[in-house]
């Protein structure tokens, strides 16, 4: 398992290399993450997050990721993470969680959960895509970093179809102008 200042480290690499120039499905079960978002807007309501922020969106990576602010000292971060997130179900709230924020960078972590669903890396590249189209529609200019999905004991078994996921994105993203792929 990954250690807090080496996520620390890759993240801030991807965003060093994020400023260097460079309709998916949504899941049937989309809505069990209502109240999850409902909480974010509560808080963006009482107090609304800083435009230009950075935003971490994503699955328990993120969500359970309580240090940021300190791992990631001079940079304003707002952090969208949700518990058992999929990439469809980031597609699904971006609106809500993302766009909304008017961010200056916006770095994802998804894709776990859905090969762990038993979803293809094929599948995770187009939800991935659906998910940079809506972004881009509202935040056109806004680098987006994709930041692999790692194995963890617990899924051990998973390893290799997440690094064809891994690869499949990175392939893409290589091909696109303001994305990054940050490997972890």
């Known amino acids: 398992m990954r250690s807090t200042s080496t996520f620390a480290l890759a993240i801030l690499a991807g965003l060093f290399w994020a400023a260097v120039p460079s309709k998916a499905q949504t899941n049937a079960s989309s809505n069990r993450f209502e ?16 435009k230009g922020a950075i935003v971490f969106a994503g699955d328990s990576q993120f969500f359970r990721w309580k240090t940021l602010a300190e791992d990631l000292p001079g940079y304003t971060i707002v952090n969208r993470g949700v518990d058992s997130f999929q990439t469809s179900d980031l597609v699904y709230f971006a609106d809500r969680i993302v766009t909304a924020c008017q961010p200056r960078l916006v770095v994802i972590n998804v894709g776990g959960n859905d090969v ?28 987006i970093v994709f930041a692999c999905t790692t194995p963890c004991p617990e899924r051990w078994s998973e390893v290799d179809k997440r690094k064809q996921a891994n690869e499949t994105v990175k392939a893409y993203v290589a091909t696109q102008p303001g994305l990054k792929f940050v490997d972890m």
């Open 35 to 50: 109240s999850n978002i409902r909480v974010y807007e509560a808080a963006d309501k009482a107090n609304a997050p800083p």
């Open 116 to 143: 762990h669903t038993g979803k293809s890396p094929e599948q995770v590249l187009a939800d991935f895509k659906t998910f940079v189209a809506k972004v881009r529609a509202k935040l056109p200019e806004v680098p």
